[in-house]
């Protein structure tokens, strides 16, 4: 009986599927799975290439999109450059889907992403569609708190160069160049190279990147082929552990990693497009990809358990992994129908060893393996003037795999099906009310299963020193929780356009089953754990809003309210680092050739500790900028934290019972000078 519903959402998919017109499909490098339109019922906010210009000068994507409803972010070195992290309606990025192009750039195995692994990676970034919520179908990893979905810069651009160079706080710097060809006797190339370089605001927190992206292809009258490589390599001074709030008073400065930890982390991911014209209603589009990461980072175990480190105790961590995956999407496009279907399926192995970083003597050498294949039928069509259906049905089914010298593992795997549906109406002032259900689930990460470690041993009583034989059980399998989670999404909103103002009012109720939630606690490497609780929900209301004021002066507003509970073992208490109200809001100005713009960011207090007995401070931040451009010159004045407040947007209770931040940066500026040609 369960069925039953998927059944019938299959059948009506294949029945609409039949229909045909006269309308006609244009070629699009666009490679998205299916990209959400403004009457889709699909709770969606778009960021175009203006805004990304306007606020990019190589900081961060996560400070950008924290700048939209129901994200927060933090940042390990207190500055805008290295290691940075989102959460979307408190949801951390190991459940956000994140692509580029349609390729998945989470990581399999842990399930995140890092964008400091591509630095100024918003220079190469044409428009950024954020879901949140199960969404729509993604490849890679489930959207399960949401997905953002990245869109590289267009080869069929007008031809056009463009140089930047900036310099700030910390001894912040960027340079980069921008070159796109244009369309020329049916080719065309875009090239950006980058570098990135600061000393960060805590001691010791330097980040010093590089990266490229290129793209070129072939456009012909019934299909386009496109090479893409983009490329990154950073060095950083590691900052990822909190600091307690006693160190911070003394210094606020302080890092919590020793001058000895450091990483240096190469990936590269290349990709090859085809999109293919069958007739007026119908195109095909393909993407073989293969991603590719090598590097490493010193742990130092004396610092850790708070001796005094010479650096003669450093393990050393080294990571090689590669991703190679092959995705389809045929489109049916006619006057009222839009029908997609499409498989995805990659295969992913990553090595990890850990030795003495001095000595070069290896610990432990193991080899995990993750495997994933999915389908997926979407259709959207019209019931009437008025009325937009979308239903979107996913089967994905991954397995993960792991061989070690310690002990044996069997190969375990999970399959799911996801479906999700949705109904728009459409005034005639082209006003949209929506509303959607979906149900995702998803499988837990590596590091969740495996409880903090990189590999899996067995602590009590692991040696016989007798016989210096391993005690413990014969396969790892039972030493790790493998439980999937799952969420039942229901969305409804209003988007609404007026003559000087638009605005989209989203309300949303997620209820989760098997939730894996922060706990507090830090792992054997620093990291914060998470822990399966049975029941919990997240509830609230979304808002972004545009006024025009005359031709010279915009408000922006992106708000957000958020109410979420877990209910375990009789208890009810609220999810660690979910705060109930964020605000943003931008004033901007234009006169002549110049752009004042002043943005306010309140974030209330969230709690940082299981007990809900210890609560991260809410806080007003203010930041200004000024851009002023004369014929192809521009440049532009960044002035963040123009208060000069102390503040924190990330912290948690250490292992020792202390209050401990992570430190965001005093007053700081940021100056940046280019042109176009």
Same mark, same amino acid.
């Given at each position: ?16 599927? $039949? ?62 450059? =290295? ?25 399999? *195995? ?24 199960? =969404? ?9 708190? +949401?997905? /953002? ?16 160079? +900036?310099? +700030? ?33 805590? #001691? ?20 386009? %082929? ?14 990822? *552990? ?26 590269? $991911? ?64 006619? @006057? ?57 049905? $996913? ?11 310690? *002990? ?13 549906? =949705? ?30 470690? !990189? ?9 016989? %020193? !007798? ?66 609780? !049975? ?47 964020? /605000? ?7 006169? @002549? ?9 309140? $974030?209330? !207090? ?33 002035? #963040? ?37």
């Amino acid at each position: 009986m369960k069925n039953i519903p998927i059944f019938l959402l299959f059948t009506i998919n294949l029945v609409f599927a $039949q229909n045909s017109s006269d309308s006609i499909i244009q070629l699009s490098e666009v490679n998205a799975t299916f990209l959400a339109t403004k009457k889709s019922p699909i709770n969606h906010q778009n960021i175009h290439i203006d805004y990304i210009k306007n606020k990019s000068v190589g900081q961060e994507p996560s400070i950008l999109l924290s700048n939209t409803p129901s994200i927060t972010y933090s940042v390990d070195g207190g500055h805008s450059q =290295g290691y940075s992290y989102f959460r979307m309606r408190g949801l951390d990025q190991t459940r956000i889907n994140i692509t580029i192009d349609g390729v998945p750039l989470n990581d399999p *195995m842990n399930q995140a992403f890092y964008f400091s692994n591509f630095a100024n990676l918003l220079g190469s970034i044409e428009m950024i569609q954020i879901q949140r919520g199960a =969404g729509i179908s993604k490849n890679g990893n489930a959207s399960y708190a +949401g997905s /953002i979905e990245l869109f590289s810069k267009k080869l069929s651009d007008p031809q056009s160069f463009t140089f930047d160079i +900036g310099y +700030g706080s910390y001894n912040s710097f960027k340079t980069s160049a921008f070159f796109n060809s244009g369309i020329k006797n049916g080719k065309a190339l875009n090239l950006r190279v980058s570098k990135i370089y600061s000393d960060g605001y805590k #001691n010791h927190s330097f980040n010093n990147s590089h990266s490229l992206n290129f793209s070129g292809g072939i456009f012909r009258d019934k299909s386009i %082929w496109k090479l893409s490589v983009l490329a990154g390599k950073q060095k950083n001074g590691l900052a990822w *552990m909190s600091v307690p709030e006693n160190d911070i008073n003394c210094c606020k400065t302080t890092n919590a990693n020793s001058e000895f930890e450091e990483d240096d982390f190469t990936q590269v $991911q290349t990709k090859i497009n085809n999109t293919f014209l069958i007739n007026k209603n119908s195109s095909v589009k393909s993407t073989f990809y293969y991603t590719f990461a090598d590097g490493w980072w010193n742990f130092d175990l004396d610092n850790y358990y708070g001796v005094d480190s010479d650096g003669t105790n450093l393990t050393k961590n080294e990571i090689k992994s590669g991703m190679l995956g092959f995705f389809s999407n045929y489109e049916y496009l006619a @006057k009222s129908l839009k029908f997609n279907f499409g498989i995805h399926g990659n295969t992913y192995k990553n090595n990890y060893i850990e030795s003495d970083a001095n000595l070069n003597s290896i610990f432990y050498d193991v080899d995990r393996f993750k495997e994933e294949l999915s389908t997926y039928t979407k259709v959207e069509f019209n019931l009437g003037e008025n009325f937009l259906f979308s239903s979107d049905i $996913q089967f994905r089914k991954t397995s993960f795999d792991y061989e070690g010298d310690v *002990m044996k593992f069997r190969e375990i795997s999970w399959s799911f099906i996801n479906p999700k549906i =949705g109904l728009s109406y459409i005034s005639q002032n082209n006003d949209v009310i929506y509303v959607s259900f979906a149900s995702t689930g998803r499988e837990p990460a590596k590091y969740d299963m495996f409880q903090g470690n !990189d590999i899996l041993s067995y602590v009590p009583g692991a040696l016989d %020193w !007798d016989t210096y034989e391993y005690i413990g059980p014969e396969y790892g399998n039972q030493l790790i929780s493998k439980n999937p989670e799952f969420v039942n999404d229901f969305e409804f909103g209003v988007r609404k356009e007026f003559k000087n103002f638009n605005m989209n009012l989203n309300f949303f109720y997620m209820d989760f089953k098997n939730e894996r939630i922060l706990n507090g606690q830090t792992g054997p490497s620093g990291l914060a754990l998470r822990s399966r609780v !049975d029941n919990s929900l997240r509830t609230g209301l979304e808002f972004f809003g545009e006024l025009s004021i005359l031709k010279n002066l915009k408000l922006t507003n992106n708000s957000s309210y958020n109410y979420s509970s877990v209910i375990q073992n009789d208890t009810e208490f609220t999810p660690i680092l979910t705060p109930e109200i964020i /605000i943003n809001q931008e004033i901007s100005y234009s006169i @002549k050739n110049a752009t004042l713009n002043l943005s306010a960011r309140y $974030q209330s !207090d969230s709690y940082m500790n299981f007990e809900n007995s210890e609560s991260l401070a809410d806080y007003f931040l203010l930041n200004a900028r000024i851009d002023y451009k004369y014929g192809n010159y521009f440049t532009s004045l960044y002035l #963040n934290n123009v208060t000069d407040i102390h503040y924190f947007n990330n912290g948690e209770v250490n292992s020792e019972g202390q209050r401990s931040y992570w430190v965001q940066p005093p007053r700081n500026f940021f100056i940046s000078v280019g042109c176009n040609f």
